[in-house]
Protein backbone atom coordinates (compact mmCIF):
# COMPACT_ATOMS: atom_id res chain seq x y z
CA UNK A 1 0.00 0.00 0.00
CA UNK A 2 1.67 2.95 -1.23
CA UNK A 3 2.64 5.61 1.68
CA UNK A 4 -0.06 8.93 1.33
CA UNK A 5 2.43 10.97 2.84
CA UNK A 6 4.74 10.38 0.48
CA UNK A 7 4.05 13.76 -1.59
CA UNK A 8 4.65 15.61 1.88
CA UNK A 9 7.87 13.86 2.07
CA UNK A 10 8.88 14.40 -1.36
CA UNK A 11 8.11 17.91 -0.64
CA UNK A 12 11.03 18.23 1.93
CA UNK A 13 13.30 16.84 -0.23
CA UNK A 14 12.50 19.65 -2.85
CA UNK A 15 14.66 22.37 -2.66
CA UNK A 16 12.48 25.64 -2.79
CA UNK A 17 12.64 29.25 -1.82
CA UNK A 18 11.42 32.03 1.00
CA UNK A 19 8.22 33.05 -0.22
CA UNK A 20 6.24 36.41 0.89
CA UNK A 21 3.49 38.15 0.77
CA UNK A 22 4.87 40.24 -1.53
CA UNK A 23 5.57 37.76 -4.21
CA UNK A 24 2.25 38.91 -6.22
CA UNK A 25 3.60 42.48 -5.53
CA UNK A 26 6.29 43.05 -7.31
CA UNK A 27 6.42 46.88 -7.40
CA UNK A 28 6.76 47.73 -4.07
CA UNK A 29 10.12 48.00 -2.59
CA UNK A 30 11.03 46.79 0.68
CA UNK A 31 13.31 48.52 3.44
CA UNK A 32 16.31 46.17 3.78
CA UNK A 33 15.91 46.83 7.36
CA UNK A 34 12.45 45.80 7.79
CA UNK A 35 11.68 44.05 10.97
CA UNK A 36 10.82 40.40 10.62
CA UNK A 37 9.34 38.67 13.56
CA UNK A 38 10.16 35.23 14.10
CA UNK A 39 6.73 33.03 14.02
CA UNK A 40 5.88 29.71 13.23
CA UNK A 41 3.15 27.17 12.55
CA UNK A 42 1.84 23.50 12.44
CA UNK A 43 1.04 22.39 8.62
CA UNK A 44 -0.49 19.11 10.65
CA UNK A 45 -1.48 16.48 8.01
CA UNK A 46 -3.95 13.54 9.93
CA UNK A 47 -4.64 9.68 7.61
CA UNK A 48 -8.66 9.43 7.51
CA UNK A 49 -10.44 6.50 5.36
CA UNK A 50 -10.96 9.73 3.24
CA UNK A 51 -7.13 9.97 2.40
CA UNK A 52 -4.84 12.67 4.14
CA UNK A 53 -6.20 15.78 5.47
CA UNK A 54 -4.90 18.87 6.44
CA UNK A 55 -5.91 20.50 10.18
CA UNK A 56 -6.58 24.33 10.12
CA UNK A 57 -8.43 26.84 12.27
CA UNK A 58 -10.78 29.81 11.76
CA UNK A 59 -9.59 32.61 14.09
CA UNK A 60 -12.41 34.04 16.30
CA UNK A 61 -14.44 36.64 15.20
CA UNK A 62 -13.31 39.21 17.85
CA UNK A 63 -9.81 39.12 17.98
CA UNK A 64 -7.78 42.20 16.62
CA UNK A 65 -5.61 40.51 13.80
CA UNK A 66 -6.81 38.39 10.99
CA UNK A 67 -10.78 37.86 13.09
CA UNK A 68 -12.04 34.92 11.32
CA UNK A 69 -9.69 34.90 8.84
CA UNK A 70 -8.47 30.88 8.19
CA UNK A 71 -4.61 29.73 9.93
CA UNK A 72 -2.62 27.38 10.86
CA UNK A 73 -2.30 26.72 14.37
CA UNK A 74 0.79 28.91 15.26
CA UNK A 75 2.05 32.24 16.11
CA UNK A 76 5.11 34.14 17.26
CA UNK A 77 8.27 32.45 18.80
CA UNK A 78 8.43 33.50 22.01
CA UNK A 79 11.46 33.50 24.66
CA UNK A 80 10.25 30.03 25.85
CA UNK A 81 10.92 28.21 22.81
CA UNK A 82 13.37 26.55 21.81
CA UNK A 83 13.06 26.93 18.36
CA UNK A 84 10.31 27.07 15.48
CA UNK A 85 8.84 23.36 16.02
CA UNK A 86 8.69 24.42 19.51
CA UNK A 87 6.37 27.27 19.29
CA UNK A 88 4.43 25.49 16.59
CA UNK A 89 3.97 22.19 18.57
CA UNK A 90 3.07 25.37 22.03
CA UNK A 91 0.40 26.81 19.65
CA UNK A 92 -0.89 23.99 18.48
CA UNK A 93 -1.86 22.88 22.04
CA UNK A 94 -2.66 26.31 23.09
CA UNK A 95 -5.28 26.66 19.67
CA UNK A 96 -7.33 23.50 19.50
CA UNK A 97 -5.53 20.96 22.55
CA UNK A 98 -2.76 18.96 20.14
CA UNK A 99 -0.74 17.60 22.46
CA UNK A 100 3.23 16.93 21.06
CA UNK A 101 2.83 13.51 22.07
CA UNK A 102 0.13 12.96 18.97
CA UNK A 103 2.69 15.27 16.87
CA UNK A 104 5.30 13.51 14.60
CA UNK A 105 7.18 16.39 13.26
CA UNK A 106 8.58 15.46 9.47
CA UNK A 107 10.55 18.70 9.01
CA UNK A 108 10.20 22.22 7.93
CA UNK A 109 10.12 24.45 4.27
CA UNK A 110 11.61 28.53 4.17
CA UNK A 111 10.05 30.81 5.66
CA UNK A 112 7.26 33.20 4.84
CA UNK A 113 7.49 36.92 5.08
CA UNK A 114 4.17 38.49 5.70
CA UNK A 115 2.95 42.02 5.18
CA UNK A 116 2.17 42.38 8.73
CA UNK A 117 6.38 41.99 9.67
CA UNK A 118 6.63 38.29 10.31
CA UNK A 119 8.58 35.08 9.01
CA UNK A 120 7.16 32.61 9.84
CA UNK A 121 8.40 28.83 9.24
CA UNK A 122 6.17 26.11 7.97
CA UNK A 123 6.66 23.18 10.07
CA UNK A 124 5.05 19.72 8.38
CA UNK A 125 4.05 17.16 10.59
CA UNK A 126 1.93 13.65 11.11
CA UNK A 127 -0.69 13.81 13.44
CA UNK A 128 -2.53 11.40 15.03
CA UNK A 129 -5.50 9.33 13.01
CA UNK A 130 -7.40 9.60 16.02
CA UNK A 131 -6.63 13.32 17.28
CA UNK A 132 -9.83 15.40 17.63
CA UNK A 133 -9.43 19.26 17.86
CA UNK A 134 -10.43 21.12 20.98
CA UNK A 135 -10.42 24.66 20.33
CA UNK A 136 -9.64 27.54 22.61
CA UNK A 137 -12.74 29.66 21.53
CA UNK A 138 -10.89 32.69 22.92
CA UNK A 139 -8.13 32.67 19.85
CA UNK A 140 -10.25 29.84 18.05
CA UNK A 141 -13.64 29.74 16.48
CA UNK A 142 -13.65 26.22 14.77
CA UNK A 143 -11.10 23.51 13.27
CA UNK A 144 -11.47 21.83 10.41
CA UNK A 145 -9.91 19.74 7.65
CA UNK A 146 -9.15 20.14 3.87
CA UNK A 147 -8.04 17.26 2.05
CA UNK A 148 -4.40 16.78 0.75
CA UNK A 149 -5.37 16.33 -2.83
CA UNK A 150 -7.58 19.93 -3.12
CA UNK A 151 -4.65 21.87 -1.04
CA UNK A 152 -1.82 19.92 -3.16
CA UNK A 153 -3.35 20.63 -6.85
CA UNK A 154 -1.74 24.46 -8.08
CA UNK A 155 -4.83 24.06 -10.65
CA UNK A 156 -7.12 24.96 -6.97
CA UNK A 157 -5.26 27.99 -6.51
CA UNK A 158 -6.60 31.27 -7.85
CA UNK A 159 -4.71 35.22 -7.83
CA UNK A 160 -7.30 37.73 -6.32
CA UNK A 161 -6.73 41.22 -5.33
CA UNK A 162 -8.13 44.09 -3.05
CA UNK A 163 -7.03 47.56 -1.66
CA UNK A 164 -5.10 47.33 1.53
CA UNK A 165 -3.58 50.55 2.65
CA UNK A 166 -4.78 52.54 -0.10
CA UNK A 167 -2.94 50.36 -2.96
CA UNK A 168 -4.13 47.42 -4.72
CA UNK A 169 -2.66 44.14 -3.39
CA UNK A 170 -2.89 40.97 -5.35
CA UNK A 171 -3.03 37.42 -3.03
CA UNK A 172 -3.38 33.45 -3.46
CA UNK A 173 -6.81 31.60 -2.63
CA UNK A 174 -7.51 28.31 -2.19
CA UNK A 175 -11.51 28.34 -1.16
CA UNK A 176 -12.24 24.73 0.42
CA UNK A 177 -16.16 24.73 0.47
CA UNK A 178 -17.69 27.52 2.86
CA UNK A 179 -13.61 28.17 3.92
CA UNK A 180 -12.25 30.89 1.86
CA UNK A 181 -8.71 30.41 2.26
CA UNK A 182 -6.55 33.28 1.20
CA UNK A 183 -3.19 35.49 1.94
CA UNK A 184 -0.48 34.18 4.02
CA UNK A 185 -1.90 30.94 4.51
CA UNK A 186 -2.78 30.20 0.97
CA UNK A 187 0.79 31.46 0.01
CA UNK A 188 2.14 29.06 2.63
CA UNK A 189 0.18 26.30 0.72
CA UNK A 190 0.58 27.18 -2.61
CA UNK A 191 4.56 26.62 -2.14
CA UNK A 192 4.06 23.36 -0.57
CA UNK A 193 1.98 22.28 -3.53
CA UNK A 194 4.48 23.87 -6.02
CA UNK A 195 6.95 20.93 -3.94
CA UNK A 196 4.94 18.43 -4.30
CA UNK A 197 4.30 18.69 -7.77
Not at 2 to 11: C, E, I, K, S, W
Not at 59 to 66: D, G, I, Q, Y
Not at 146 to 174: A, F, Q, S
Amino acid sequence: MPDRFAPVLRALRVAGRPTSDYDLNKDQTLAEDRLRRPAAVLVGFQDSAAGLRLILTKRASHLKHHPGQIAFPGGKIDHIDRDAVAAALREADEEIGLKANAVEVLGAIDPHETVTGFSVTPVLARIDPNFRPICQEEEVEEAFSVPLEHIGNPMNYRIEGRIWRGEMRKYYTVPYGPYYIWGATARMLRALADRMS
